[in-house]
């Protein structure tokens, strides 16, 4: 095992947030940016790694067609076969996060070429 001992060089998931809002132009820059990070982590984060085959921007997903945007920021692909639908959120860290926040990701069941949520 490694013992860190000189912490003037580690990066905390903190600092890296802090860095993101503070270069971001602006709030669709910065939800952007924060959609990239989250898709770096769950296809280098060991737990998703092994649960996600590939993951892609909603934009970028092969099956995306025409569908219109209904709140999915990330699409991922499974290991088991399964799609799996990702809303990311990224408030200000003394945000509460409530129902309302989520509702429209929630797609009626007739939507059903949207990727299972």
């Not at 669709?28 to 993951?55: H, I, K, N, S």
């Not at 959120?89 to 069941?109: A, G, M, N, Q």
Request: charged share 25%; proline share 8%; net charge negative.
């Amino acid at each position: 095992m490694t013992v860190i001992t000189d912490t003037a060089n580690v990066t905390t998931i903190d600092s890296v947030l802090a860095a993101l809002r503070a270069d971001a132009p602006t709030t669709r820059e910065l939800g952007d940016r924060f959609e990239r990070l989250m898709r770096a982590y769950l296809t280098t984060d060991p737990l998703y790694a092994e649960r996600f085959e590939q993951v892609w921007l909603w934009q970028q997903w092969p099956e995306h067609g025409d569908q219109p945007d209904t709140g999915i920021d990330l699409v991922a692909k499974q290991r088991d076969g399964g799609t799996c639908a990702i809303q990311c959120k990224f408030y200000d860290p003394t945000h509460r996060l409530e129902k309302s926040d989520i509702d429209s990701f929630v797609p009626p069941p007739a939507r059903r070429r949207s990727p299972a949520v």
